[in-house]
């Protein structure tokens, strides 16, 4: 029978809890923006989109692999693992996410909720056995220096680089048609799990792909920016060449000022690439949002993306304005001994 990981006795004004329910995830919520926008991250989730995430996780059992942290009976951390396993090289993640308030921050606090998390995803780690090698890893964004100062002296050290890029519409856009044979056509609702299935094919060869699950596609059904009259899609009779699956971010829009597209999940099939399907739909769909009155496009990359898709984007007039990283340590290793102490154990 799975043990599962002891709560950590409080550190100062801080105690912390398991998960209770959906109760919670409004405050789980005011965490994760209010952590993010503290280390100058400029994104914003709402109720809704976090709900959707949560309702449709893979491999994460909230009443196991969730910890809450509090002053009195407010939220002002959490943390949260899961796990997978990367198609091509068969090494397993094993990924740990938490995040704290500023006031929450000092005192080993972190250091304990990190210590936490490992604990947990090492009695998963022995309860599901793997065959393969098997790491620990965090995702962090450019800000978030606490966060990475307690990672790194937990031994984890960034691997893979991401970028958020942008690119003004008030610069000349290019007219790139699509290769001959290649059409644009709108889609509905009706086609979601075909192009669903096609991003999953697109992106079987990209650096730690792991195969969607019946979860992942009804969270990507509930995306609640998802409108697919924004959608731009090339056919080649009634197989898909590739996609750009554009949405705008009202909120997020509103609450930093700006007048936003995303031009996002990009995704061409192997034997269409190199021959412009992208760069056509982007052209077309950087149109689309000049029409609509945005000023800026947006999407995020992985840098050493295979496809070479960092340099087609830079090509398109986009330039960085974000970074982000993995950062990965080799499990099973010794425990950290800040973490240790900051659980008494």
Known sequence: MTKVAPIPPPIGPTSFRGYRGDADLAGMLAVYNGARRADGVTTLETLQ?????YRHLTNCDLATDTLLAQQGERIVGYARVTWWVEEATRDRVLLNLYWLLPEARGGSVAEAMLAWAETRLAE???DIPHDGREFLVAYLDG??????AVLRAAGYARTQTYAEMTRP???PI???PLPEGVALRPVTWDDGRSLWEADQRAFRDHVGYSPGTEADYQQWLGFEHADPALWKVAFVGDAIAGQVLNYVNEPENAAFGRKRGWTEDIAVQREWRGRGVARALIAESMRMFRDMGMTEVALGVHTTNP???FRLYEGLGYRVVTTSWELRRLFPGPPPSPAKDAVGN
């Open 307 to 309: 496809t070479g898709a």
């Open 49 to 53: 989109g976090f709900e959707n995430t």
């Open 169 to 171: 519409l008030d610069l």
């Open 174 to 176: 290019p007219d790139l």
């Open 124 to 126: 998963i780690a022995r």
């Open 143 to 148: 800000g978030e220096d606490e966060r990475e």
